[in-house]
């Protein structure tokens, strides 16, 4: 039991630590930004009193010395710095340290990380750091008793998420002197009442030397399902224990000042002393109120609205990997026996036909449904860059702005998790090799900051992934210089694109020094081994002094794709359906060789489109030669058109992706197989694939 609340705790960390690092790179961007501050501080908060709570106590204490410095910063006694800022993103590091490798991992170096923490605090006597959007009069009662009305107000649903409304109520009292008056008015008849809803909510009078940001911190595990409205009250005494009480009657009880007639006083930012003496409840110089600024009383409202809930369950990969290919049997078993009944009677096996046709039916929703929970956002994978390059940019003695574009777009789990490190290789080359130092880029006409774009977008049945700069882009006569010293063929008329290509050959490198960045000749040849592995390719375009673009290419999944089936000679192929534009038989004059080449075309609407020959390329015998006896398909392959040339169209049919690599071996122009109704086993075109290798054949 302990072991799974513990292996849940190092989840949630982790997503707590990822929150924590973007954070801080917005706060190092917005120093003054309170609400940047608050984001920080709870998910220190989280992490320290989960860990306590789970016995991590190793964990709980060094995120208890961040947690001290950043309450700090928030109540402005300490300015937000970019050391502050170092230092912290380093003691983020040695968290996730200790959560993958056990407490133990690295005590000196979270010792020297504490000590450096204090000798960041202020000193004694050191004047407050001034934050201009922390009002001033609640702020300043910090370290000195104050009086406060705090009202609470459970979500009905409170009790969902383990919270305990009264446990809250004592941390409260913990604080200081405290008179806690209940609101029972919601409860309704016992015909009408839910026992798992909570009914009530409270005014609490609190006097306390710990200050507002000690009393919102009773609540932080609680913000999102509750309501918290906190304002001081001035002119009460404080040892005066019956006064205090006695003020908490009068705010709360008396039928004449109902909660809603204070609330709307405190609103107008009147004093409440003031009203209670105008109404004639209290003697003039008893209490008094005081309202903070209304715009930072109108952000903390807005911080307390209770959120919608939502539930979700956490489920290990390795369950929903096998859920997927139990979905995808049962995909080829309900192609079997459609297949089978095709040979059955369909009068006088009515209710089976009925039967197989739901079947299909209710086999696709369950596997777009299994797809979707498979289909994962890549801004998961984004977001681990901005620290990535603001950390290799200080490195490297250079400016550099990181843009995101795309985070919503959604890929297969299974890619998403090999794509970060193909990733993490460009933006590095980008950063070491493309873009230039200030001086240069100075030099050059340019903005002394660079800047590097991660993009994701869909085309057609793949997944696009953009990593460009604005640098100096490609050295050709660089790349050609070094390919010569390996040996490699390299003539000067080589095309752009196959000189680019050179980058990814293993031990490759045009750096005139090895740094901890780059210079060994092990990164890009990695980022092409595992695109490929992915079903993928890489393209690269580059301009000299502009900038480069790395484009990687992917299948949108790597389970099931909607297909449409053709045979070829013998043999069976599956081209994918979000690839096709149309097919059509064409006639015998629209077709034509080019003159002197060895290139087909044939014309459709006014465009000339090459016509490839599946059967050529395969070298499949039986297959039909002339165009217009057979049936060509129009297809997009990632942004190019072309048309193929197959004998016949079978049928349109979702089909479960198989790895032709793992199971015999890589196939030029395929994405994967499948297995057919029937048995049989098809290919699985990859048409940007295809169309290269035809290309190539043409060139030859």
Known sequence: MFDTAAAVYRDEANELLGDLEAALLDLEE????????DRVFRAMHTIKGSGAMFGFDGI???????????????????????????????????IKSMLDEGEDSGRERAEVIVASLRRMLPQPGEAPHPVAAVPAPQEELVGQEATWRVRFTPAPRIFANGTNPLGLLRELADLGLCSVHAH?????DLGGLEPEACYLQWDVILTTTAGLNAIRDVFIFAEDSCSLRIDPIVGLASGDAAAHRRLGEILVERGDIDPAALEETLAERKRVGEMLVEKGLVSAGTVGAALVEQGHL?????????????????????????????VGELVITQAMLAQMAKGLDPVLFDNLHRGLVQLERNTRVLQESVMSIRMLPIGS?????????????ARLGKQVELRLAGENTELDKGLIEKIADPLTHLLRNSLDHGIERPADRAAAGKEPVGTVTLRAYQQGGRIMVEVSDDGAGLNRERILAKARERGLAAPDGMPDEEVWQLIFTPGFSTAETVTDVSGRGVGMDVVLRNVQE???????????????????????????????????????????LNAIIESLQPRAEEVSTLAGQRQTVVKIRGDCLPLVRLADLFRLPGAVVRPEAGIVIVIDAEGEKAALLVDDILDEQQVVIKSL?????????????????????????????VVKMWRRGIEQ
Request: charged share 25%; aromatic share 4%.
């Open 298 to 326: 109108q952000q903390v409202q807005e911080r307390r609205q209770p959120a919608e809930s939502v539930s979700s369950v956490r489920v290990t990969a390795e369950k929903l990997d096998a859920l997927v290919n139990q």
């Open 381 to 393: 994978v984004f977001g681990r860059f901005p620290r990535l390059v603001r950390d290799t940019a």
């Open 534 to 576: 992915m079903g993928g390719r890489v393209h690269i375009a580059s301009e000299a002094g502009t900038g480069c673009r790395f484009i990687i290419s992917l299948p949108l999944t790597m389970a099931v794709l909607d297909g449409l089936s053709v045979a070829v000679g013998e043999e069976r192929y599956i081209i994918p």
């Open 661 to 689: 690599e793992a199971n015999y071996r890589k196939v030029p122009g395929t994405a994967g197989a499948t297995i057919l109704g029937d048995g049989r086993v098809a290919l699985i075109l990859d048409l940007g694939a």
């Open 184 to 188: 029972a008015d919601g409860i309704p």
């Open 60 to 94: 709980a204490g060094f995120t208890h010395e961040l947690e001290t410095t950043f309450d700090l910063v928030r109540s402005g006694r300490m300015p937000v710095t970019r050391e502050l800022i170092n230092l912290t993103l380093v003691a983020r590091d040695q």
């Open 30 to 37: 917005y120093p003054d930004d309170l609400e940047t501050v």
